[in-house]
Nanobody, 123 residues
Framework: QVQLVESGGRLVQAGGSLRLSCAASGLTFSGSVMGWFRQAPGKEREVVAV????????YYADFVKGRFTISRDNAKNTVFLQMNSLKPEDTAVYYC????????????????WGQGTQVTVSS
């Protein structure tokens, strides 16, 4: 019933930029906490950024502070991740996730997930 669809991932050179989008349906988007997570081969899924339902409260992982920005457009049921100054270690599948009530950075607390979009950063 709930569907999250990520887009925008592709191959880029180190130092470049990408903008990821996540379109949501089947949930009250304006009342949902939204997050971006990523998972590289052989590593656990980790939080990238989380934003509350009205966009006033935001969490960023230390490794993306100053480089990535999460934002949302509740009228369009869409959350974005602007990624600048990309590094090879940013290479991963990036996932959009939704939580109806709780502002959290633990991926285990998010019940709804997209299928991911691949971001590859070359040296």
């Amino acid at each position: 019933q709930v569907q999250l669809v990520e887009s925008g991932g592709r191959l880029v050179q180190a130092g470049g930029s990408l903008r990821l989008s996540c379109a949501a349906s089947g949930l009250t988007f304006s009342g949902s906490v939204m997050g971006w997570f990523r998972q590289a081969p052989g590593k656990e899924r980790e939080v990238v950024a989380v934003q509350d339902s009205n966009g006033a409260k935001t969490y960023y992982a230390d490794f993306v502070k100053g480089r990535f920005t999460i934002s949302r457009d509740n009228a369009k049921n869409t959350v974005f991740l602007q990624m600048n100054s990309l590094k090879p270690e940013d290479t991963a599948v990036y996932y959009c996730a939704a939580n109806a009530f709780i502002f959290d950075n633990d991926p285990r607390k998010f019940p709804y997930w997209g299928q991911g979009t691949q971001v590859t950063v070359s040296s």
